[in-house]
């Protein structure tokens, strides 16, 4: 049933025109496949640049392994030219490099001829990534956010917000305090997680009657530099 397209891929066998076109059309379909799930399923806005690499990686990988075959003299040569080369990107999440095995199986079943595994592979592996998104697998239920309060000086800021904490957060933690306006004021910065379904217009309403109607910012899904 999973058979290869191509008559012995443990011998380095010529390429023909019809499997070359088989192998490449479902890896590029499957690539479409992977992209197109990608960009659904990323909460965030979705890498333009990532999208495309996830359609043409799956074909990439296929014409690599139709090129090297069984040939070990060719396959040591193109490992040495892609040694040479250096990849810089910014990093990514878990996810993406997910993503990215996932492409690069696909392309080897495709470039070894077994077309039909990397279809049910990939379909499969698609389904059970859209269905995991979709029913928020490992999603917290509770929001780690990063709050900023600024106080007059003479507020004892140690004690001063407590009660609204307890009451709105189930973790609040104390990161960075500065002094802003020459001194006449402390910025302090708490990382906090809130509850589930808080109101959170009511969560900062009650902090500024603590701390004199001065600056308040709650900032939702920051980096872990942000403060």
Do not use: H, W
């Amino acid at each position: 049933m999973f058979n290869s397209i191509f008559p012995n891929t443990a011998a380095d066998t010529a390429l023909t025109l019809s499997g070359l076109l088989t192998a490449l059309t479902a890896a590029l379909c499957l690539g479409l496949l992977i992209s197109f799930v990608y960009m659904k399923t990323n909460k965030n806005t979705p890498s333009q640049s990532f999208a495309l690499t996830l359609v043409m990686l799956p074909a990439v990988v296929t014409i690599i392994i139709l090129l090297v075959g069984s040939n070990i003299a060719r396959a040591f040569s193109l490992s040495g030219a892609f040694a040479i080369i250096r990849f810089r990107s910014a990093p990514g999440d878990a996810k993406d490099i997910t993503y990215v095995l996932f492409s690069m199986a696909v392309g080897l079943a495709a470039g070894m001829g077994f077309v039909l595994y990397a279809l049910v592979v990939g379909i499969a592996l698609c389904t059970a990534i859209a269905l995991l998104e979709f029913l928020n697998y490992g999603s917290p239920k509770e929001t780690c956010k990063i709050l900023k309060i600024t106080i007059p000086e003479n507020l004892d800021y140690a004690n001063a917000f407590e009660s609204v904490m307890s009451k709105y957060t189930s973790a609040a933690k104390l990161q960075k305090l500065k002094t802003t306006d020459l001194g006449s004021l402390y910025e302090l910065v708490y990382t906090v997680t809130t509850k589930a379904d808080i109101n959170e217009k009511a969560f900062i309403d009650e902090l500024r009657c603590r701390n004199g109607n001065l600056n308040i910012t709650l900032v939702m899904n920051a980096p872990a530099n942000e403060f």
